[in-house]
């Protein structure tokens, strides 16, 4: 059984385009992340949302936006591609507030999407 | 604002050789540390954290790493390298104080192990 599964896990578009990017756990997390990994393999948070309440809001461009129906979900939506936005995109959870700690959480990571915009 | 550094965007040993990748950070306060590896096409997976207690924390696949505070370093090694080992390792640093964990990440390191 996956933990942390997201979908698509490539996609290739178009610049101005809109894309979806979606973000499922199995594991009874609270907690839940989007990071960018770019070409250089740099990691840096994008989002992180608590019991569907956003927590982290880094400084990231408005045409993302994430969604959280339910807290097994994170989706990152994307309006407008830009070529800059082609990175991998990674999901993660964690036990999150109500796990006791939740700075020394452990995250657990999914497969990521590698995003191609052309 | 918290940062970490990683000496070395890539590291060759070989087979069996002793693993030292390295690791600072900059914080006004001890944060808690993570070292985190990620295998070619997928995703981060913990390998150790240090959060309070014992500075010598040792982690999965025979990893382990020791927090100095006076150096403000958690340097990750191995005494024998495998060729399963070969990966991408990455540093992070979560501040203690914010009730929620803010990974900040290093641009990582790939370990490199020939035969």
């Known amino acids: 059984d996956t933990a942390v599964s997201q979908t698509p896990k490539y996609l290739v578009t178009q610049m101005g385009n809109d894309k979806s990017i979606k973000c499922e756990q199995n594991?009874?997390?609270?907690?839940m992340y989007w990071y960018k990994q770019d070409s250089k393999k740099f990691l840096k948070i994008m989002f992180s949302?608590?019991?569907?309440?956003?927590?982290i809001n880094e400084t990231v461009p408005n045409r993302f936006s994430p969604k959280s129906p339910d807290k097994a979900h994170l989706n990152l939506h994307i309006n407008s591609l830009e070529l800059g936005d082609s990175a991998v995109y990674f999901c993660?959870?964690?036990?999150?507030?109500?796990?006791?700690?939740?700075?020394?959480?452990?995250?657990?990571f999914g497969p990521g999407t590698r995003l191609t915009v052309l | 604002a918290q940062s970490v550094t990683q000496l070395g965007s890539h590291v060759s040993v070989s087979e069996g050789a002793l693993v030292l990748l390295r690791c600072n950070y900059s914080s006004s306060v001890p944060p808690y540390l993570f070292w985190y590896v990620q295998y070619p096409n997928q995703g981060l997976q913990l390998l150790l954290k240090?959060?309070?207690?014992?500075?010598l924390v040792k982690g999965i696949n025979g990893f382990e790493a020791e927090f100095k505070k006076s150096e403000t370093s958690f340097h990750l090694t191995k005494p024998s390298a495998h060729m399963s080992d070969a990966a991408e390792y990455f540093c992070?640093?979560?501040?203690?104080?914010?009730?929620?964990?803010?990974?900040?990440f290093g641009t990582g390191t790939r370990l490199l192990v020939s035969p």
């Open positions: 949302y608590n019991n569907k309440e956003l927590i």
């Open positions: 240090y959060t309070t207690g014992a500075t």
């Open positions: 992070a640093v979560s501040p203690m104080n914010t009730g929620f964990q803010k990974l900040v």
């Open positions: 993660a959870s964690s036990q999150g507030l109500a796990g006791g700690l939740p700075t020394t959480d452990t995250q657990y």
């Open positions: 594991l009874g997390h609270d907690t």
